[in-house]
């Protein structure tokens, strides 16, 4: 199968239904609910996109079309900007005890430098948008904030 040429990157916003597995039992991608029906994500390989997501979780993806031929679109991650946005489920801490991030309650770490934390709100339960470089550790998948908005806090960093 030919890949056509990929497109501009765009937001893709929707809700997971399934994950896609592959031959081997690792998760290659996954099936999310748009407001244009169907839509299929492949992530890159070793699957580090998945730690990000889970079934019944809102995402907002910077995504490149693959294809179109098929049921459904398919499309793959872009380097582009990453936009988060969720509840902040916990606070994380710097080794010295400063607030550097949190934890949204679809797993993703949004990382913002200590000074900065200090310029929020920062509590759990509070709503939380974040746009930034996306990076895959191996224990988590970090967002490193350029800006955040906290319950109407809106900062650039």
């Given at each position: 199968?030919?890949?056509?040429?990929?497109?501009?990157?765009f937001?893709?916003?929707?809700?997971v239904?399934?994950?896609?597995?592959?031959?081997?039992?690792?998760?290659?991608?996954?099936?999310?609910?748009t407001?244009?029906?169907?839509?299929?994500?492949?992530?890159?390989?070793?699957?580090?996109?998945?730690?990000?997501?889970?079934?019944g979780?809102?995402?907002?993806?910077?995504?490149?079309?693959?294809?179109?031929?098929?049921?459904?679109?398919?499309?793959?991650?872009?380097?582009?900007?990453?936009?988060?946005?969720?509840?902040?489920?916990?606070l994380?801490?710097?080794?010295?005890?400063?607030?550097?991030?949190?934890?949204?309650?679809?797993g993703?770490?949004?990382?913002?430098k200590?000074?900065?934390?200090?310029?929020?709100?920062?509590?759990v339960?509070?709503?939380?948008?974040?746009?930034?470089?996306?990076?895959?550790?191996?224990?988590?998948?970090?967002?490193?904030?350029?800006?955040?908005?906290?319950?109407?806090?809106?900062?650039?960093?």
């Amino acid at each position: 199968m030919t890949k056509k040429s990929r497109a501009t990157a765009f937001q893709l916003r929707g809700k997971v239904l399934a994950f896609n597995i592959s031959p081997k039992g690792n998760i290659e991608g996954v099936l999310l609910d748009t407001d244009s029906g169907l839509a299929q994500l492949n992530f890159t390989k070793h699957g580090a996109d998945a730690r990000m997501m889970r079934v019944g979780a809102k995402v907002d993806v910077a995504v490149e079309l693959e294809h179109d031929r098929g049921d459904h679109p398919v499309y793959a991650p872009s380097d582009a900007e990453f936009h988060a946005s969720g509840t902040i489920a916990r606070l994380n801490y710097a080794l010295h005890g400063d607030i550097n991030g949190c934890h949204l309650d679809d797993g993703m770490f949004v990382h913002i430098k200590p000074d900065e934390a200090k310029r929020y709100d920062l509590r759990v339960g509070a709503k939380i948008t974040a746009s930034g470089s996306r990076r895959f550790g191996a224990d988590a998948v970090v967002l490193d904030a350029d800006t955040i908005n906290v319950s109407d806090q809106r900062i650039a960093l």
